[in-house]
């Protein structure tokens, strides 16, 4: 998936800081110099919900407020949010 769409389809923000996800999903995890997350996107009953994204830091700041940008957003949803941070970190 583009950027773009899984901005537009899970309302992820880009640009963004890691304090302002932390507020949004809780499924957040600093990886490395990479911040990714497991959210949740309701699609039907008994379908997969959950997504896998992974954030780069823009800039120096590596605190959870310097700027962190969308990198990549996984194509398929997933079961449950172990399998989509497990993706996450796979692509990170």
């Known amino acids: 998936m583009t950027i773009n769409e899984g901005m537009r389809k899970y309302r992820l923000p880009n640009p963004t800081t890691a304090e302002d996800l932390e507020c949004r ?3 957040i995890l600093n990886f490395g110099d990479k911040v ?3 959210g949740h996107y309701y ?3 008994n379908k997969p919900c959950y997504f896998g994204a992974v954030y780069e830091h823009l800039d120096d ?3 959870c407020e310097g700027t962190i940008g969308l990198a990549a957003v996984s194509e398929v949803e997933f079961g449950d949010d172990g399998h989509a941070m497990a993706w996450a970190m796979q692509n990170a």
């Open 43 to 45: 699609n039907g009953v």
């Open 36 to 38: 990714i997350i497991a």
């Open 25 to 27: 999903w809780s499924r």
């Open 61 to 63: 700041d590596m605190s």
